[in-house]
């Protein structure tokens, strides 16, 4: 079963916050705590961890969309990476 | 304060509770994002608050952050490679800055999640220790909140370009101190309706780079909630190297 990647609480304040990029494609590999978006709000940058390890299978959130707390920014399938 | 002994030397359950600041003069870009990236590393190992400051100033180059892009430099990139500086395009927030001597560049590496504070926090304490600094020397500066910086009578004065890593902080900020404007206007303001300015422009005298330094420091810890900081001069990573760089007759 998918696991979603949310947007955790960043305490970003009133600051509207953007998808600045993904930085592994759909079907990727990531391990558990690998960056996996990068968030853009004003004069900063904070990537976004995988939750679990596995492949990337949906992306909900594309290039420039405005995120808020709690989001769901992807998913990812978990699977054995050996 | 606490003034225990020390009594556990190993580096892996060791725990400091202070902000470690690097005063490195001018340091070429690369080199010091090469030693941004090694403290990066080693802070998120980490299990304590022990933060690092690298304080340096840069031989002229241009940096493009997320926010920023090509159209903000008002030469082409001929005119760059003929003036022998270098541009670089960064994950970091902010848009595109001109790097030169007088600008105070500060690079803050911090476990803000451990040190409690989110991304506004952090802003906050950066901006507001600018301003602080500001204000010993007299000049009178204040924050915007719909724009990162820090913003004095005739312009801005400090930018604002900072990354989050699993919650460490790197990159950071600049300010002005005294550099050569023909260089800083290089790049348009990303803030249109605000110019460039620097701190000695607006005093209409000099200001040292080793005066607001040392107030940036003691503000900075202060922000961030450090009761105790170690000054170092130098790095060992660092070696000295010889660069040729463009000076205007």
């Known amino acids: 079963m998918a696991t979603p990647i949310r947007l955790p609480q960043i305490g970003a304040g009133s600051a509207e916050l953007s998808v600045s990029c993904w930085l592994v494609d759909i079907g990727e590999l990531v391990d558990k705590g690998d960056r996996v978006i990068e968030l853009l709000t004003a004069g900063m940058t904070f990537d976004v961890s995988a939750p679990v390890s596995g492949r990337l299978s949906r992306v909900d959130k594309p290039l420039d969309s405005p995120v808020t707390v709690g989001d769901i920014l992807g998913w990812i399938d978990p699977e054995t990476t050996a | ?145 719909e724009y990162p910086g820090v913003f004095c009578r005739t312009g801005q004065l400090a930018w604002i370009g900072s990354a989050v890593r699993s919650w460490v902080s790197y990159h950071g900020m600049f300010i002005n101190v005294s550099p050569a404007m023909h260089l800083v206007r290089l790049v348009e303001p990303t803030t249109a309706s605000e110019p460039t300015t620097s701190i000695s422009t607006q005093r209409t005298r000099p200001t040292s780079m080793h005066s607001l330094r040392e107030h940036l420091i003691r503000h900075l810890a202060g922000q961030l909630g450090y009761q105790h900081w170690h000054l170092y001069t130098g790095h060992p990573l660092l070696t000295r190297t010889g660069k040729k760089v463009h000076v205007s007759a």
């Open chain 2, 1 to 145: 304060m606490n003034h225990a002994p020390v009594t556990d030397w190993n580096p892996r359950t060791r725990r400091s509770d202070s902000l470690e600041v690097y005063l490195l003069g001018r340091v070429d870009f690369e080199s010091a994002v090469r030693l941004q990236k090694r403290w990066l590393y080693e802070i998120t190992g980490r299990q304590d608050r022990m933060g690092v400051l690298l304080l340096c100033e840069h031989p002229p180059v241009v940096t493009i952050g997320r926010e920023g892009s090509r159209s903000q430099l008002t030469v082409d990139n001929r005119e760059l490679q003929s003036r022998l500086i270098d541009l670089h395009w960064l994950n970091r927030g902010g848009g595109a800055l001109v790097h030169a001597p007088g600008q105070l560049a500060a690079y803050p590496i911090l476990p803000l999640d451990r040190l409690g504070l989110g991304l506004a926090d952090y802003r906050l304490a950066l901006e507001q220790a600018v301003i602080e600094s500001c204000r010993e020397l007299r000049v009178p500066a204040t924050r915007r909140p």
